[in-house]
């Protein structure tokens, strides 16, 4: 690493996830040139829906049958959510062919380079928590037929994460991809079990109420779950060729993501309805043997499986946006080594925070997906208006990459965007620890989405009405030729350039 600005040179000179022949993917958080642009834009669909077809989605399913939400409720407020969520998801996606850049790197157009580091620790944060929640409920899973203590079974759950999230982009969609075929045979012998059994009839009359504070409530945290998975869409998209149709970009992300959503989050909400003091391993196990003795043990093995894909999923996004923080003040040229570093010290917090999370993890869950809708709703905002109203998903590529570009270290429009955004939910606020002032007049009811949503967009396009966007298509112009001409020259060209050099 090196210390001060450095020269704008985002593309890479030799191919990338794994186009090379090579095991391990050699692109991080620089331009993927045209050269080395593969994969099949229906390839996003199975992609994520294995990414959300785990046992944290099906958790968040529970929460409408706690707060005394009928099964009904609880399956509207989950399905409208998870549909609500998934829409800022997908549009997201959308952006990785056009830009050819990690997600959040993205986020220094309307933040500035330096700017941006505000919502990379928010996302760093949604990356840890969810590792753990997975690490935990993989844990929980195989340990109902394997032997090891937790902590062993951490390190080993933990490990097989930070293989494949070396291994990188083109194995973690292979896996994703075979998963789904897997998934869908299991879940579904095992929903249809759940229905018969449970008889939903049954099920639904056990809600003793919860009204329209507690649907808001399971509308709010299922949505924020979706929107979490916005910080990391592009991360998997980004390898596609620049001009696949953007619809079938976004449909297929909407399709596979909300797809699962609804159906786990739903699944969840039957069996915490119907079982007494639901967990998600328990109520697996006992649904599914008794369809088949052994079969429930089955799914929830193949569960834990889905889980170690998608904790790869996170530590390799984590190290995305941790490099991209660290890059804005120290160059950063990742080599294999330093992605394994990158990748170990972000599961390492995982491992130790697993360890000191509280056995009522399921009260924490709930908070944390909560708080995570809090941080990124703003950033979401911000960062689509950006792309689809105010730039058009027009930008100078190389200027992400340069301190003294155009989106410069610092921009007010996007930081005030977000922080007006964030406090203007503050008092909508509604956790177990604290209720905002608004929301209590409201009884309880948690809106604080809408209005972080409408003010952080609404502000941030006001803002940047001054921005002058002819002066930004002269350095888009500069930042195109020179980024055809570096893939015109070929993977061997600019061997030692600085940000875009060999990741």
């Known amino acids: 690493m090196e210390n001060g600005p450095h020269p704008p040179s985002p593309v890479g000179d030799r191919p990338g996830a794994n186009a090379s022949g090579g095991l391990i993917e050699t692109r991080s958080i620089d331009y993927v040139p045209a050269r080395e642009r593969h994969g099949k834009v229906w390839h996003q669909g199975p992609f994520w829906f294995t990414g959300n077809f785990v046992l944290t989605t099906m958790v968040t399913g529970f929460i409408g049958p706690s707060l005394g939400l009928g099964l009904g409720l609880s399956v509207l407020a989950v399905v409208l959510g998870a549909c609500f969520g998934t829409f800022f998801m997908a549009f997201h996606a959308n952006q990785g062919p056009r830009m050819g850049l990690p997600q959040m790197i993205q986020s220094r157009a309307q933040f500035g380079i330096r700017g941006a580091i505000v919502p ?113 869409v592009s991360d998997y998209s980004r390898y596609l060729p620049k001009d696949v149709p953007a619809k079938k970009v976004i449909w297929w992300t909407y399709l596979g993501a909300a797809g699962s959503a609804v159906w786990l989050m739903s699944l969840g909400s039957l069996l915490a309805s119907a079982l007494p003091d639901p967990d998600a391993i328990t109520a697996l196990r006992q649904v599914g043997n008794d369809v088949l003795p052994g079969f429930g043990t089955f799914a929830v093995v193949v569960s834990s499986l889905a889980l170690i894909s998608i904790m790869a999923v996170n530590a390799y996004g984590a190290m995305l946006t941790s490099t991209s923080a660290v890059d804005a003040f120290r160059k950063v040229r990742p080599t294999v080594k330093s992605r394994i570093a990158g990748i170990v010290v972000i599961e390492l917090i995982v491992f130790v925070v697993a360890l000191l999370l509280p056995a009522d993890y399921l009260a924490n869950f709930n908070n944390f997906v909560l708080l995570m809708l809090y941080f990124l709703i703003p950033w979401t905002a911000v960062n689509l208006v950006d792309f689809y109203f105010v730039r058009r998903g027009r930008y100078a590529i190389t200027a992400i990459f340069d301190p003294r570009g155009i989106y410069g270290l610092w921009s007010w429009q996007g ?17 177990s620890f604290w209720t905002g002032p608004v929301a209590s007049a409201l009884g309880g009811a948690d809106i604080s989405f809408a209005v972080g949503l409408l003010v ?41 350039s600085s940000t875009g050099g060999p990741r």
């Open 456 to 496: 952080a967009g609404a502000l941030y396009y006001g803002l940047t009405r001054s921005l002058d966007l002819d002066a930004e298509a002269d350095a888009i112009a500069a930042s195109d030729r020179e980024l055809e001409g570096r893939d015109a020259e070929g993977p061997d060209a600019h061997n030692g």
């Open 415 to 431: 930081l005030t965007a977000y922080t007006v955004g964030f406090a203007a939910m503050v008092p909508f606020f509604v956790t």
């Open 120 to 232: 990379f620790a928010a996302v760093v944060f949604v990356y840890i928590g969810f590792n753990v929640f997975n690490v935990i409920l993989a844990t929980q899973g195989l340990q109902t037929i394997l032997p090891g203590g937790t902590t062993l079974w951490y390190a080993i759950l933990i490990g097989l994460a930070i293989v494949l999230a070396v291994v990188g982009h083109d194995l973690l969609h292979a896996v994703q991809r075979w998963l789904t075929y897997l998934l869908i045979l299991v879940f579904g012998v095992l929903t249809v079990g759940a229905i018969v059994q449970l008889d939903p009839q049954a099920a639904a009359a056990s809600g003793s109420g919860g009204g329209f504070t507690a649907f808001l409530v399971v509308f709010s945290a299922a949505s924020g779950y979706q929107i979490s998975y916005a910080v990391y």
